[in-house]
């Protein structure tokens, strides 16, 4: 089989020395990594820079991207160039990326002028100004390589990255895809049926669906969802490596 898997967590610049990213370690994508690549299959393994990977192996390709925009541009290049049995998607990808940062002054005095100019006859009336506002301002190209600190608040503008795991089928039909959900600090129930509805959405074949609080070193509970919404459960990463890679190998024999 040749298997593509991501994992570690995207990271979103700011400026040029300052990010925004998240926790993510990739050691679960390892973990499924090293148990495919045990049993002899092929892997291209896309990663961050800081995230733990899988040993070096002739069957293993390793790929690294830093941004959302980045895993974008590869998965696209990737997809259109290989046909994939399976599609590990572990990687936690950021939901939003940076726009523009600007001190509180600059935004205070934008919203000032305009409003100056305007007559504010309503309450809807002064949300559009503010809205305008917003918009142009978030249109601006952020032209400091590092924002100064001299402000007592920086407003940081963010806009929605999209959501990678949705082009997949787009490119790739018939792949066994495997999407993962974390959640924190809920029950079973509702990781059960969020997982289910993220499945449904992006037309997995499985979802991983997991509670940060229930991820401690090596323990790590999951439910694995399948598409007929049989739920299995594993306790640790090594446990839910096995059950992935042993559910992917039964599905691609059919």
């Known amino acids: 089989m040749k298997v593509l898997i991501t994992a570690g967590g995207t990271s979103e610049k700011i400026d040029n020395v300052r990010s925004i990213t998240n926790h993510s370690t990739g050691r679960l994508g390892r973990t499924i990594a090293e148990i495919f690549l045990e049993k002899g299959h092929q892997v291209i393994y896309l990663t961050t820079p800081y995230a733990v990977r899988p040993a070096e192996n002739k069957q293993l390709t390793v790929i690294e991207i830093e941004t959302t925009a980045e895993l974008q541009q590869q998965m696209k290049m990737l997809l259109s160039n290989h046909n994939f049995d399976s599609i590990i998607h572990s990687m936690a990808v950021s939901d939003f990326s940076s726009e523009i940062s600007i001190p509180e002054e600059e935004l205070i005095q934008n919203l000032t002028k305009k409003l100056q100019k305007e007559e504010l006859s309503t309450g809807q009336k002064i949300s559009e100004i503010i ?72 037309h997995c074949d499985f979802v991983l669906a997991n509670d940060l609080e229930n991820i401690q070193g090596n323990n790590h509970r999951g439910l694995l969802i399948h598409a007929d919404h049989h739920v299995e459960t594993a306790d640790t990463k090594k446990e839910i490596a096995q059950l992935i890679v042993k559910n992917v190998e039964k599905l691609s024999r059919f």
Do not use: C, W, Y
Request: proline share 3%; net charge positive.
């Open 131 to 202: 809205k305008s506002v917003l918009d142009s301002l978030g249109q601006q190209s952020q032209s400091e390589k590092k924002i100064s600190s001299n402000t007592d608040r920086l407003l940081l503008f963010l806009k929605k990255n999209p959501k990678i795991i949705a082009m997949i089928r787009e490119h790739q039909p018939d792949t066994i895809l495997v999407g993962f959900k974390l959640l924190v600090g809920v029950t079973d129930n509702e990781l059960i049926n969020v997982g289910t509805a993220t499945l449904e959405k992006n």
